[in-house]
């Protein structure tokens, strides 16, 4: 097979069983014939290496007495290449750095337009590294950022049944706690000893849910004290909302006790369920100055899907005049492409070292202009447990990535950001939300609607069990304490925004253009977006580099 790309050569060295250095690979790809440089190198490989090494490469190019066409050609552009330069899954900048800037673009204060009406800038803009420069005078110390939740460095889950009976506690009392109000609950004990017949309220976690014979609705509901099975009649207003139900949520009804209640065998009917919700009152905060953050998530570096050149066009963007008001840079998880993700990945890895992969991620990010502010969360993509919360990296991952100075915090973590609380959830139990719910109430089509029931249920991943996998700790990190102003999230890789109960939601789509695991599952990515929302007017203008 002709070698003339190095995620070829990666794929290459990964079916015969080898690793390699993503300048190794650059070496390789740039020889005169990348094919036979690649033989040399593994005939000269020492028996016991898996790792190729840039000292070896180079080594097998100078010692070949092939002649040109034979991958040894003296003085090519392998023997040039440096660590500086981009790695080996950057794609060449646009040959035309006089390229349109597009200047067409969509700004909304009530960004509710359905997808497929949202506007978005057309156009490229210029080459890597030609972006004018407008001597940008940013005052960094006018930089305020608060960061709530992050729990890294705070687990203390080790499996045990204590650590499960302690989150759920947490997660019941701190819901409870924004429900009780609203209703005159009682405890299931205090239930059981009422009179048939009376009127009464419960705060419960779902346990169950079923149908009954007869099509109506059973659900169970468990406090610290029992359970109690409480009846939604399916000629009620209130049985679509049934549909919305998750395991584990906590929610309120609230209705009247059946006349055998004090034999033991009683059952709520209910009248009212009601969500933790947030307020329709709810008002958000703004900064006092004029500045706007971008917002990005599934960067996906080390896949041979990554957009480099659209990611060179953001940041080229981002150095001029344009977006001189974009001060902060939020990054909702998957800034790499990972290892052993799913089925037959190493097929389509351009980088396959997951080290590597951080390193040339590093790189990309020294292209965002030195006095942006970058904050960012993990993913299922990273290289953090899988168990959520996600912890941010390790020391080592973060003296990788460390030249742009950038913070990573846990997933999730709330960031406020001169006043604005920005909720950075990945977003993995969104594929949950979208499997369970109706597709009106929850789809990839429309991703923010699916975010829309995790803030209903005041929950970035209420249901324990299913495919999202969740850590016991001594807290339930994943409850939203705190009413966000801005929800943003990513993972579906699909596009999606509008405003619940007047909070932001976004999901920012990807920088991966579609890859055959995605074509297998039907999935068709959102790529190479950036919201900018302005964080004096809450105002969103969506920019597209692709």
């Not at 429900?179 to 309220?201: C, K, V």
Request: glycine residues 8%.
């Amino acid at each position: 097979m002709p070698l003339e790309t190095p995620a070829r050569i990666v794929t290459a060295l990964a079916k015969r069983g080898y690793n390699a250095e993503r300048e190794a690979v650059t070496l390789l790809a740039n020889a005169g014939d990348p094919e036979r440089a690649l033989d040399r190198a593994l005939e000269t490989a020492p028996d016991d290496a898996i790792k190729l090494t840039v000292d070896h490469v180079r080594t097998a190019l100078a010692s070949a007495t092939d002649g040109p066409g034979g991958g040894t050609t003296d003085g090519s552009a392998a023997a040039t290449a440096s660590p500086g330069e981009p790695p080996a899954t950057t794609a060449p900048a646009p040959d035309d750095p006089s390229g349109s800037t597009g200047t067409e673009s969509h700004t909304s204060s009530e960004p509710n337009a359905p997808r497929g009406e949202t506007p978005v800038e057309t156009g490229g803009s210029p080459g890597q590294g030609d972006a004018p420069e407008t001597g940008r005078t940013i005052d960094t110390s006018q930089h305020v950022v608060e960061v709530a939740g992050d729990m890294t460095g705070q687990s203390t889950g080790t499996g045990e049944y204590s650590d499960f009976v302690a989150v759920f506690r947490d997660r019941y009392e701190k819901l409870a706690g924004q429900l009780r109000g609203r209703i005159n609950h009682r405890p299931t004990d205090a239930l059981q000893a009422m009179a048939g017949g009376s009127e009464a309220a419960i705060v419960g976690m779902v346990s169950d849910i079923r149908s009954t014979a007869s099509g109506h609705w059973l659900i169970e509901l468990e406090d610290t004290n029992g359970t109690y099975p409480c009846l939604v009649m399916k000629d009620r207003d209130i049985a679509d909302l049934v549909d919305e139900l998750l395991f584990d949520e906590v929610i309120a009804v609230e209705g009247t006790l059946s006349d055998d209640n004090a034999d033991g065998d009683g059952i709520l009917f209910v009248d009212n369920l009601y969500f933790p919700e947030i307020p329709r009152t709810y008002q958000p905060s703004t900064a006092d100055r004029e500045v706007s953050a971008a917002l990005i998530s599934d960067v996906h570096v080390g896949s041979q899907e990554f957009m480099a050149d659209a990611w060179h066009r953001f940041t080229d963007w981002l150095h001029t005049e344009d977006a001189e008001h974009v001060e902060y840079l939020l990054i909702a998880g998957d800034m790499v492409e990972g290892v052993g993700i799913y089925p037959d990945q190493d097929e389509e890895l351009s980088i396959i070292d997951i080290y590597d992969q951080y390193e040339a991620f590093s790189e990309h990010l020294k292209e965002v202009p030195g006095d942006m502010e970058i904050r960012m969360i993990p993913g299922n993509h990273d290289a953090v447990r899988l168990a959520e919360p996600q912890p941010g990296f390790d020391e080592e991952l973060r003296e990788i990535m460390s030249a742009h100075d950038c913070s990573i915090h846990s997933n999730p973590s709330t960031i406020t950001v001169e006043g604005v609380s920005f909720l950075l959830y990945h977003g993995v139990s969104l594929d949950e939300v979208i499997a369970e719910l109706p597709e009106d109430k929850a789809s990839y089509d429309e991703p923010h609607k699916a975010m829309y029931q995790l803030l209903k249920k005041r929950h970035v991943a209420p249901q324990f069990g299913g495919h999202t996998r969740l850590a016991p700790e001594e807290k339930d990190y994943l409850v939203i304490d705190e009413v966000p102003d801005v929800f943003h999230s990513g993972h579906v890789h699909k596009f999606g925004y509008g405003k619940y109960h007047n909070v932001l939601t976004i999901n920012s789509g990807c920088w991966q253009a579609q890859t055959d695991f995605q074509k297998s599952v039907n999935i068709d990515p959102d790529c190479a977006m950036a919201p900018i929302v302005d964080l004096d007017t809450l105002n969103l203008t969506i920019r597209k580099f692709a």
